[in-house]
């Protein structure tokens, strides 16, 4: 059985696989926190930790890829973005499964 420390470790620095999708990354953090759980490294009520984990592990870069600017010519401030899986199929015709890109940008006031 792994220590506390390495339990810990391998939680915070879980992240998404290039190959991975957004479910299977998901139940690795999961996973993980409960174990850290079990092993008192966190509380069960530490559930901010998990978000964390989940979104920087999930989040990549986007500055190589994509530049944007507001209406004012300042550079919109963004995280990176995610895949997700979307499926069309259900609802509009000749569709199905899509990998799709989603901009992630930081919580304002505005996104309260």
Known sequence: ?????IVLRKFYSCV????ETVTSF????EELFSRACDVKGLKRSDS?????????GEIRPLDDILKIECA????LR?????VADINTSV????SAQRSCLFLVVPDTRYSA
């Open 78 to 82: 963004y995280l990176g973005y995610i």
């Open 91 to 94: 609802s509009l015709p000749d």
């Open 48 to 56: 901010e930790h998990l978000k964390q984990v989940l979104y920087q």
């Open 1 to 5: 059985m792994d220590t506390k420390e």
């Open 26 to 29: 998901a139940l690795r953090p």
């Open 16 to 19: 998404q696989k290039s190959d």
């Open 72 to 75: 004012d010519g300042e550079p």
